[in-house]
């Protein structure tokens, strides 16, 4: 099983290496699912997308990512609602993410109360994660080496075959002329 499982037990934080392991390992008893409780609106920005592992064991599909708004303001209760409907069986493990580590603790702590069983927070939160891995859970690009955005070729209207792959969709990896 994952590198995360051990620490999973005793509710404990993962690094991002361990977070990806759990989502992408293949699933025991319904594998991991990645909880995210910033707002909508930051989840809406930028969020976990098929991530997929490097040997393809898993790929997590758009339903794997799922979004509950920790909010105190609204209560404990109205959380562990939405947990409920986006993670219904409290027997699969959660990886819960924020977006530096702060609430993702006392968010964890909740749905340990309420009954999941292998809760972990993303130590870190979202801004650890995408230090090392992309939003589909590709390793974040070197920095200072230029990659395409896809929009090069369809400013120019020209049709250069894989021009406009971005790094995520797999453009570039093995051409070493394109250096910073």
């Not at 599909?61 to 404990?76: E, I």
């Not at 999941?116 to 590709?138: I, M």
């Not at 974040?140 to 969709?169: C, F, H, I, Q, R």
């Amino acid at each position: 099983r994952s590198r995360a499982a051990p620490r999973a037990a005793a509710g404990g934080t993962v690094s991002p290496d361990e977070a990806h392991s759990c989502v992408t390992s293949p699933p025991q008893g319904g594998g991991y699912r990645w909880l995210d409780v910033r707002s909508a609106r930051d989840y809406d920005h930028a969020h976990l997308t098929k991530v997929s592992s490097k040997g393809a064991q898993r790929v997590c599909g758009s339903r794997f990512a799922h979004n509950a708004h920790f909010d105190r303001a609204q209560g404990v209760e109205a959380f562990l609602a939405r947990c409920e409907r986006e993670v219904p069986s409290k027997t699969t493990g959660v990886v819960v993410c924020d977006a530096c580590g702060s609430e993702a603790a006392e968010a964890a702590a909740a749905l340990r109360g309420a009954g999941w069983e292998t809760v972990v927070v993303l130590e870190g939160g979202w801004e650890a994660w995408l230090e090392v891995y992309t939003t589909t859970g590709r390793p974040t690009p070197p920095k200072g080496k230029w990659m395409s955005t896809g929009t090069e070729a369809l400013k120019s209207g020209l049709n250069v075959g894989d021009v406009a792959m971005t790094y995520e969709e797999g453009g570039y990896q093995g051409d070493q002329r394109l250096q910073p």
